[in-house]
């Protein structure tokens, strides 16, 4: 990892490997009300403001996206990353949404959009850039940002409250696949994966092929697609190589701006020490990335 991050000249440290600490200063406004759904379920989100640079500022925001594999996980599972983008000036969405066995397949993203959604209707009350809605995602989250970013006005795959669209400024890809169907019949932890999607979707491919489909953000690529950064392990034991080769040689054929970065020997949620060589080298090419679309 030291030498893939010198040959991407990017600044890594042994000491915060072993030694890190990151303090949580940012109180977050927590179970924020971003709608109800048809079930009657109120979506809530967490809000971790941006630190005060200047009054008069409008901040650009983050949307997060927990992971779990679509069945699991919640909000406020990463406040190291909601805290770490606080530092840097963007105010964090951190969304809850809702999962089996309470929710359709297409309940998950719509409850992205909605999120989305909410976020625009409500930048002046949070002080938000609304040229300036990232999405940043992790594993089942990273696979629902681009989808729901990717699809946006698509009708098959509708918001799930009456919110407007929002172009998405950019987004955040932490080893999410972009193939569902090809995830479900290639990865190496194939019990998992194939339980949690068959939770998820209702079945096999061979079941809802059309259903694997629709879920799949390759579908949706186009020229107009956000810039996407793409971080992933060569060691992932859950999602493949060739999730993000086959979604890089996508986004560059469409000549959509994209980043993609392969890490050697990490495996998934590589993220989740602070202070990690692997984090580190994230949260740099992450901070490049948003720098280079939030100006």
Same mark, same amino acid.
Do not use: C
């Given at each position: 990892?030291?030498?893939?991050?010198k040959s991407?000249?990017?600044?890594?440290?042994l000491?915060?490997?072993?030694?890190?600490?990151q303090?949580i200063?940012?109180?977050p406004?927590?179970?924020?009300?971003?709608?109800k759904a048809t079930?009657?379920?109120?979506?809530?989100l967490?809000?971790w403001p941006?630190?005060e640079?200047?009054?008069?500022?409008l901040?650009?925001?983050?949307?997060?996206?927990?992971?779990g594999?679509?069945?699991s996980g919640?909000k406020?599972?990463v406040p190291?990353?909601?805290?770490?983008?606080n530092d840097l000036g963007y105010t964090v969405?951190d969304?809850r949404?809702r999962?089996p066995?309470h929710?359709?397949?297409?309940?998950e993203?719509?409850?992205i959009?909605s999120?989305?959604?909410?976020v /625009?209707?409500n930048a *002046?009350t949070?002080k938000?850039n609304p =040229?300036k809605i990232? !999405?940043?995602g992790?594993? +089942?989250?990273?696979n629902?940002a681009m989808?729901?970013?990717?699809?946006?006005?698509?009708?098959?795959?509708?918001?799930?409250?009456?919110?407007p669209?929002?172009?998405?400024n950019?987004v955040?890809?932490?080893?999410?696949p972009?193939d569902m169907?090809?995830l479900?019949?290639?990865?190496?932890s194939?019990?998992y994966v194939q339980?949690?999607?068959?939770?998820y979707?209702?079945?096999?491919?061979?079941?809802?092929?059309?259903r694997y489909?629709?879920?799949?953000p390759i579908n949706?690529?186009?020229?107009n697609t956000?810039?996407?950064?793409?971080? /992933?392990?060569?060691? *992932?034991?859950?999602?493949?190589?060739? =999730?993000?080769e086959i !979604?890089?040689?996508e986004l +560059?054929v469409k000549g959509?701006d994209h980043?993609?970065y392969?890490l050697p020997?990490?495996d998934?949620a590589?993220d989740i020490?602070?202070?990690s060589?692997?984090?580190?080298f994230?949260?740099?090419?992450v901070?490049?990335?948003?720098?280079?679309y939030n100006?």
């Amino acid at each position: 990892m030291l030498s893939y991050a010198k040959s991407e000249n990017t600044s890594v440290s042994l000491s915060s490997h072993f030694f890190n600490k990151q303090d949580i200063s940012t109180e977050p406004m927590q179970n924020i009300v971003y709608g109800k759904a048809t079930d009657g379920v109120e979506l809530k989100l967490d809000v971790w403001p941006a630190k005060e640079n200047s009054k008069n500022t409008l901040k650009p925001a983050i949307v997060l996206v927990h992971g779990g594999g679509w069945v699991s996980g919640d909000k406020g599972e990463v406040p190291h990353w909601n805290q770490w983008l606080n530092d840097l000036g963007y105010t964090v969405f951190d969304v809850r949404y809702r999962m089996p066995p309470h929710a359709g397949w297409k309940d998950e993203v719509g409850d992205i959009k909605s999120a989305l959604g909410w976020v /625009l209707e409500n930048a *002046d009350t949070y002080k938000i850039n609304p =040229q300036k809605i990232n !999405l940043m995602g992790q594993s +089942a989250g990273g696979n629902l940002a681009m989808l729901a970013a990717y699809s946006m006005g698509n009708t098959q795959l509708p918001p799930s409250t009456n919110v407007p669209e929002v172009h998405v400024n950019s987004v955040i890809n932490l080893y999410g696949p972009a193939d569902m169907t090809l995830l479900y019949k290639n990865s190496t932890s194939i019990d998992y994966v194939q339980g949690v999607m068959e939770q998820y979707i209702g079945d096999s491919p061979s079941q809802f092929s059309d259903r694997y489909k629709i879920l799949s953000p390759i579908n949706y690529i186009q020229g107009n697609t956000p810039p996407t950064i793409t971080l /992933l392990g060569t060691g *992932d034991r859950i999602v493949p190589v060739e =999730q993000g080769e086959i !979604l890089d040689k996508e986004l +560059a054929v469409k000549g959509v701006d994209h980043e993609f970065y392969l890490l050697p020997k990490v495996d998934h949620a590589f993220d989740i020490n602070p202070g990690s060589l692997s984090t580190q080298f994230a949260r740099e090419k992450v901070t490049a990335f948003l720098q280079r679309y939030n100006k």
